[in-house]
């Protein structure tokens, strides 16, 4: 496993550094330009505003109906039925409309938060790094799908309120002076502070666990699509009541753990219920201060009842602003939590993105394929594909154990090389230095050829298939905007006829029809690999290096897959344990173990 100096931390809390990456996520969320979720957010915090004045009208209406009724006063009393049903209708009509916006705007800041990490997600090599980073950073397909979604969606739902509540908040303390003088709004507030002290005290531990518990969701959804992919695997080691026992198992933590939140959040809860109930009561004695003190004795009994409905309701309007606030503690903790999942995502990713850079600096190959001179067709053929001078290479992480040492080698036009060596010598961590996935110790690689169909393409020892049509298998990993030539189809079906798959035409209906099943379950590994000769033929480059990418083949197979490479001047390198591969190559290196190896001419 790949090691990190960068250790998560895992004690996530809210505190500068959520602040810190919630800044940064905020500048995704709001891109400078385009500027329609800015505008979306403004629209929508007007909207929020606007049902405020609305919510404001809507709550002094019954003191305006105690004021008719106790006049008597009927045509007054018809004014405020007709005003108060318009006043209902507003506020539905801008409810409906806040709820819709803030979903449009969930969708929005889900696109550009998930497209950014995408990028550099798919940046260079950092999806490889990560997945074998598991310990250091879990889930990261969780983190982009899931952990982002949420984030999204309870940010949308609360964030009109948070921004709106200075506003709301600064005019009812007003109102709420107007009626009860200093004595209102002062106790209101030391109430407040002393709960939000009391409810950050409290939303800590439920930030941490969520987001432990988070991660143990991942590890439970993987598991299961651990079985999904090798169901078959499983099935023939009738490995069922092993298997049930292990996801059992991730199960009880995650529950174990969504317990442990439960139980925080009991206390939180707790608090914001009696905070809220309390807050109520508060709101009377706020008014019972004036009345008592007798501001108000010069009334009538009906200007009296009017102007208790008025206060009463500006001031448990007040302290329901103070507990929507805390309430929403809930929704911060949980936001808090995906800030700082996404955030160390995001860390890692511009990590590796760092080091990339630096790495390339002065290398002289891509990291992806060269499309530019396939396209044009103009560039130089180069008759080597690399040249590795004295390369010593360990398991990244594990510095002071190499591999190998001091190897020299180079791939040189038409002169096809073999790499042997007992299993675990060292075959595939080799390709994986020369394709630039793993670091060298000491010497370096020196690439010649692009990536690409005219230069070197590698063929891993598992073979990979993308989701879509059997055109998509064979030009893969080709994007679509490559320009497809009228002989494609030409090409592709004499391939596949020449690997022996031209029945799967007729299976899949087409080259372009698109198939809903998985290409692992219906394929036979001998299948997936002549497939992957048929991919290699179509892109036809000029060098290829290949791990193990015949052993389910028939020695058969295997001579007609190396004479058309020969044929389509394909210079190999594989990587192999069979004696039937000699013949096919002119040179071998012997990875004998122990960080030593040999090479030998093959045919003298
Ligand atoms: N990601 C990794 N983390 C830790 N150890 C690794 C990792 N990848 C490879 N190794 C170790 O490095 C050694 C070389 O592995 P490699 O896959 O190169 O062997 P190989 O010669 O290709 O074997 P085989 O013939 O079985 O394919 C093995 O001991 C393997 O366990």
């Known amino acids: 496993m790949f090691k990190s100096d960068t250790r998560m931390n895992n004690s996530a809390k809210l505190d500068i550094k959520c602040f810190r990456r919630f800044w940064r996520i905020r500048g995704i969320i709001f891109p400078g330009f385009p500027l329609t979720n800015l505008l979306m957010f403004i629209t929508l915090l007007l909207l929020a505003l606007f049902e405020e004045l609305i919510i404001y009208q809507v709550g002094v209406v019954p003191s305006r109906f105690y004021e008719a009724l106790e006049n008597k006063d009927l045509t007054s009393f018809k004014e405020v039925a007709l005003l108060s049903f318009f006043y209902i209708a507003l506020n539905s009509f801008l409810k409906s409309g806040d709820s819709y916006l803030s979903k449009l705007l969930d969708i929005s800041w889900r696109k550009c938060l998930t497209e950014s990490l995408h990028t550099s997600y798919f940046r260079g090599k950092a999806y490889y790094q990560l997945s074998s980073m598991q310990e250091v950073i879990d889930n990261p397909d969780q983190r982009i799908s899931q952990d982002v979604k949420k984030f999204c969606s309870q940010l949308s739902q609360m964030a009109s309120k948070v921004v709106v509540s200075p506003f709301t908040l600064t005019y009812y303390t007003y109102q709420c002076f107007i009626s009860t003088s200093w004595q209102g709004p002062v106790s209101l507030f030391v109430y407040f502070i002393i709960g939000t002290c009391i409810n950050k005290l409290l939303m800590s531990p439920v930030v941490s666990a969520v987001v432990a518990q988070d991660k143990l969701e991942g590890n439970f959804r993987f598991k299961h699509m651990q079985i999904r992919v090798h169901a078959e695997s499983v099935a023939f080691y009738r490995a069922g009541t092993m298997e049930h026992r292990s996801t059992n198992r991730h199960l009880q933590s995650l529950l174990q753990m969504q317990r442990h939140v439960v139980n925080r959040e009991f206390w939180l809860k707790l608090f914001m219920n009696t905070f809220d109930y309390m807050g109520s009561i508060f709101s009377y004695i706020a008014i019972a201060i004036p009345i008592f003190s007798g501001l108000y004795d010069d009334l009538s009994p009906a200007q009296l009842g009017a102007l208790v409905s008025k206060n009463g309701f500006v001031c448990i309007y007040l302290i329901n602003c103070f507990s929507q606030l805390i309430d929403l503690s809930r929704e911060v903790s949980d936001v808090a939590a995906y800030t700082h999942r996404i955030g160390e995502l995001q860390e890692m990713l511009q990590k590796f993105s760092e080091e990339q850079a630096a790495q390339s600096i002065g290398e002289n190959f891509e990291s992806s394929w060269d499309l530019e001179s396939s396209l044009d067709g103009g560039s130089e053929l180069v008759p080597e594909a690399f040249s590795v001078v004295l390369v010593s290479f360990s398991v990244p992480g594990t510095d002071d154990d190499p591999l190998l040492e001091d190897l020299s080698l180079r791939l040189i036009e038409d002169h096809n090389i073999l790499v042997t060596g007992n299993t675990g010598s060292g075959k595939t961590s080799l390709l994986r230095v020369l394709a630039g996935l793993w670091p060298t110790l000491q010497g370096k690689v020196f690439m010649f050829s692009c990536f690409g169909p005219r230069g070197i393409m590698f063929l891993p020892q598992k073979p990979y298939f993308t989701d879509g049509t059997l055109r998509n298998q064979v030009t893969f990993p080709l994007p679509e905007i490559f320009p497809v030539t009228e002989h494609d189809d030409e090409r592709i ?97 012997r990875l004998k173990g122990k960080r030593s190896w040999e090479f030998k001419q093959l045919h003298a």
Not at 505 to 531: A, C, F, H, I, K
Not at 566 to 582: F, P
């Open 493 to 589: 079906i004499r391939f596949l006829k020449y690997v022996g798959l031209s029945c799967l035409l007729g299976r899949t209906g087409g080259l372009d029809e698109p198939v809903e099943w998985s290409w692992y379950n219906v394929l036979s590994p001998g299948e997936m690999q002549r497939l992957t000769f048929a991919r290699l033929f179509y892109h036809q480059p000029k060098f290829v290096v290949m791990d193990e990418s015949t052993s389910a083949l028939t020695e058969e197979t295997e001579s007609e897959m190396y004479r058309m490479c020969g044929h389509l001047g394909i210079t190999v390198l594989s990587v192999g344990h069979r004696s039937s591969l000699n013949k096919h190559h002119d040179c071998v290196l």
